[in-house]
Structures are given as C-alpha cells and as structure tokens.
C-alpha cells in the first residue's frame, strides 16, 4: 500500500527557505504517470495546491507562489521535495503531500507536518 | 483566494439530507474538469470521498454522493451520522491558473 510521509523542519525563521522532503513507500515515484504534488493549509484557512512534479521532473506551480517555490524529484530515493523561500508568517501551514494523475483528484496524501515561521 | 466556491457551514440532524454546492467558473468545472470531494477531520490528512464527479472510492459509504452539472458541482449525504462532521473541499483543475484548485470549504455540523 502506498505511503507518503513528510519531512523536515518545523520551525523556520522568516526570509529564511522552507525545505520539506516527502519519501513515498509501498510504491516508487516512477510508477505510472502520477505527479507528486505539495499542498498546505494555513491555520483557520482552506487547502492550497502549492505545486507538483512528475518522475522526469516537469513541474506546475501555483502562480501566486510560483517566484519562491521550487519542487524537486530523486528518483534514487523515491522522494519529492519543496523549497520555498523567503517565508514569512504567512506560510506558517500544514503541508501535506499527495499523488495525482494529471488534471484528476489526489489519491493518496501524506499525514501533514506542520511548519511554524517565526 | 479560491476560485471554487462552497458554503462556509450546513447542518442538519441525525439521518437526515444535507447537500454542499461548489461553484466554479468556466475556466475550470464549466471547461469539462472533473470535481472530487475531499473529507477532512481535524488532525489527519484529507481522504478522497468522491472522484471523478460522482465515484466512491472504495470503503466509502453509499451515503455520500456527487454530482456536477454546468459550472458547478454538488455532494449530498443523506443519513446524516455524528462521525460525518468534518470540514469537506472540492477540487478541480483550472485551465486560466494552469493549476489544481480546492474550494473555500464547508464545515458539516450534525445537530
């Protein structure tokens, strides 16, 4: 059964980068077409797609974060990973990591970790 | 600022009918997209309760179901149980944003 489980700092300073690692289990990020996507949820707010990768590393942002974000994929290790720099309060979130088929529904989501900047 | 847009609360007693409407655009529910409902409990991460406008995954009760029609869609669950209050999102895919986009989201609160 595929597993996805978030990684990484919690708490991060501001105009420093946030660095999130997902590692996918029961599965390799290969498989498929599926893209690998990041999405959060902000304290008392609803749930962001942020952006998503697929195996060869083609990638979609979200156009509100595009300039900061940056998504990236090691095949060697079956992970997915984001970058997003110069965070601020706002980006204080719940992140979660999902699966997707191109265009369809999440399918699979990581547990969330949540990541306080302050 | 989300482009789907869903009632911010409903509420209705034990076993009854309640329905979440979530309006697009046609840029995304309107273009032909598919809606997919999401359910989420405080704590834990979201689980998939209808893909594809109106398929259960499997192990989801027959209670909840989903349609869509012109630039919006809807989830209904009817037999309404305690354990169905939650926070529930659709999502879609919006060709304007070249992005995947949720809705405002609904809390669901059994009276």
């Known amino acids: 059964q595929l597993q996805l489980q978030e990684s990484g700092p919690r708490l991060v300073k501001p105009s420093e980068t946030l660095s999130l690692t997902c590692t996918v289990s029961g599965g390799s990020v290969t498989s498929g077409s599926y893209y690998w996507a990041w999405i959060r949820q902000p304290p008392g707010k609803g749930l962001e797609w942020i952006g998503s990768i697929n195996h060869s590393g083609t990638t979609y942002y979200n156009a509100s974060l595009q300039r900061r974000v940056t998504i990236s994929v090691d095949m060697s290790k079956d992970q997915f990973s984001l970058r997003l720099k110069s965070v601020t309060a706002a980006d204080t979130a719940v992140y979660y990591c999902?699966?997707?088929?191109?265009?369809?529904?999440?399918?699979?989501w990581g547990r969330g970790t949540t990541v306080t900047v302050s | 600022q989300s482009v789907l847009t869903q009632p911010p609360s409903v509420s209705g007693a034990p076993g009854q009918r309640v329905t979440i409407s979530c309006t697009g655009s046609?840029?995304?529910?309107?273009?032909?997209?598919?809606v997919h409902w999401y359910q989420h409990l405080p704590e834990t991460a979201p689980q998939l309760l209808i893909y594809g406008n109106s398929n259960r995954p499997s192990g989801v009760p027959d209670r909840f179901s989903g349609s869509k029609s012109g630039t919006s869609a809807s989830l209904a669950i009817t037999g309404l149980q305690a354990e169905d209050e939650a926070d529930y999102y659709c999502q879609s895919y919006d060709s304007g944003l070249s992005g995947y986009v949720f809705g405002t989201g609904t809390t669901v609160t059994v009276l």
């Open positions: 999902a699966r997707h088929e191109p265009y369809y529904h999440m399918d699979v």
């Open positions: 046609s840029s995304n529910i309107g273009a032909g997209y598919d």
